[in-house]
């Protein structure tokens, strides 16, 4: 068989979701297993994850090509869930009746990990699912949010797991995986600076931060913008209270009148050029209203999908 493994996220801007743990961490350490692991009982694996894009939906488009050109059997995306704190479980989307098929093999085996059974759900509105031409399934390994699930998790159980329900066999190949991106300095800091870039914060040149994996002084300036921005501590060091400020943003979550506030809000004020208090008051929701106005979108003050697509990308 021939394989299409997409290790979700993991290719700014196109990133993953952070709660107790981050998305990119988890997609990568269980994908990288379960390529190894389907490599090790004979099957062919086609790594569908792009190396650089500019755009997310750049990022989709070009892990569908690649399983297309490739013609892989079964194309497999691998996702990690982030929601209220409180949900937890495993969900797999499916379209046809043979990725159903497929997605049910594997849930059993997730499952029998002691995650709560989600079901199979329709994945008609994933970009990835609707634009393959093969058996295509996306699974969601479990929250990353919940501390029930994470104290379950075990990326060699997963992909055990994954691997079992494709092929029906376990593979006894055992992988060592550092997929912490946040402990390699270099990575981190291109990712901050793509990051960056891409919600507009500059240095003090006021210019796009040149990506290149060094942390100098326009950098450093750019962190200590985002942080007086969002209200955290301002330091200059990109520490875990800035990337999870960064990742809420770039999560792109429906906000509403009355329903929001923080450091969201607090960035969202910064791009409107209003006044800065974190809270979603009358005078953040006309500024929304304007904006969606400026580009043709319903000016109905929530900050939606293609709200979102306007202001970030």
Sequence with gaps: MKYGIDIGHNCSPDTGAKGIRFEDNLTLDVGNRVIAKLKALGHEVVECKPGKVDAVRESLSKRCTRANASKVDVYVSIHFNCFNTQANGTEIFA????????????????????????????????????????????????????????????????????????????????????????????TTILKLQKSLNRLKITGTNGKPLVEDNTNDAETKSAIEKFQSITGFQVNGIAGDTTWNGINLILAKRVIRPNHAGGPIVRYLQHRLGIDVDGVYGPQTEEAIKKFQRQNALLPDGILGPISWQKLIG
């Design 95 to 186: 379209i046809s009746e043979m990725s159903r098929k497929i997605a049910k093999s594997i849930l059993d085996e997730i499952i029998k990990l002691g995650f709560f059974n989600r079901g199979i759900k329709s994945g008609s509105h994933l970009f990835v699912l609707r634009n393959t031409d093969m058996p295509s399934i996306l699974i969601e390994g479990c929250f990353l949010d919940s501390q029930k699930d994470m104290k379950l998790f075990n990326p060699e159980a997963m992909a055990n797991a994954i691997v079992k329900g494709l092929t029906g066999k376990l593979s006894t190949e055992s992988v060592h995986v550092v997929a912490d991106e946040e402990q390699n300095k270099d």
